[in-house]
């Protein structure tokens, strides 16, 4: 068992990397072009990965740790899959899937659950309880807004397009999180871990006003 943890922890760090290089190609190659879209394919496959095999690490060891980095791989994995998933929905005739529902519902349970946990982290006197409070926000709040988006529908014909850049680039600030988390140490916890959504979520959203 322990063979196997190690050899599903090893392919998640593998699988992250790839995701890390994958996003930046996706996002400094000409959009809608060949390169583009094999660099963007490449990052949502990776991720799944990423997700997938965070919720395998939880089950071989269900730590307080490894149960609070599932939950924020499944937050994390649902940009890429919204951005990836709102390609197939351009026209205002095409609708979302069950999965679609399905995926939205199930963010927001997440983000409960991480508030639920960052709660309870504050209340202890933990600083951390803050990061997982705002992660927690975040999905509770993407999720209510996809669930009144599929319910109403776009709100006009190019809201994919704004809809695929931001989910996309939310996406990328979770994989440059976890590589921050991981890596830069010399940060406070608290900051290792919010700094690329501080740095981030502008950053996007001057990329949308771009377009």
Excluded: C
């Excluded at 395998?56 to 490894?66: C, E, K, M, S």
């Excluded at 946990?117 to 600083?127: D, H, K, T």
């Excluded at 709040?141 to 109403?152: E, K, M, S």
């Amino acid at each position: 068992m322990e063979t196997l943890d190690s050899l599903t922890l090893s392919l998640h760090i593998v699988a992250g990397f790839v995701a890390l290089f994958g996003g930046a190609g996706a996002f400094l190659t000409k959009k809608g072009g060949l390169t583009h879209r094999r660099f963007g394919r490449a990052y949502v496959y990776s991720m799944a990965f990423v997700a997938a095999s965070a919720l395998a690490l939880f089950v071989y060891d269900a730590t307080p740790t490894r149960q609070f980095l599932a939950l924020v791989a499944v937050f994390s994995f649902y940009f890429v899959f919204s951005g990836y998933r709102v390609l197939s929905r351009k026209r205002p005739a095409d609708t979302p899937t069950g999965l679609d529902w399905g995926a939205a519902i199930t963010l927001v349970a997440v983000g409960i659950g991480l508030l639920a946990l960052g709660g309870l982290r504050l209340l202890e006197g933990e600083s951390f309880g803050t990061v997982m409070a705002v992660f927690g926000g975040i999905s509770v709040g993407f999720g209510v807004r996809d669930v009144g988006l599929f319910r109403d529908g776009q709100p006009e014909s190019r809201a994919w397009l704004y809809e695929h850049l931001s989910r996309m680039g939310a996406g990328y600030i979770a994989t440059v999180t976890a590589f921050s988390s991981v890596n830069f140490v010399f940060l406070p916890p608290v900051a290792r871990w919010l700094w690329p959504t501080v740095i981030g979520t502008p950053l996007i959203t001057l990329l949308v006003r771009r377009y």
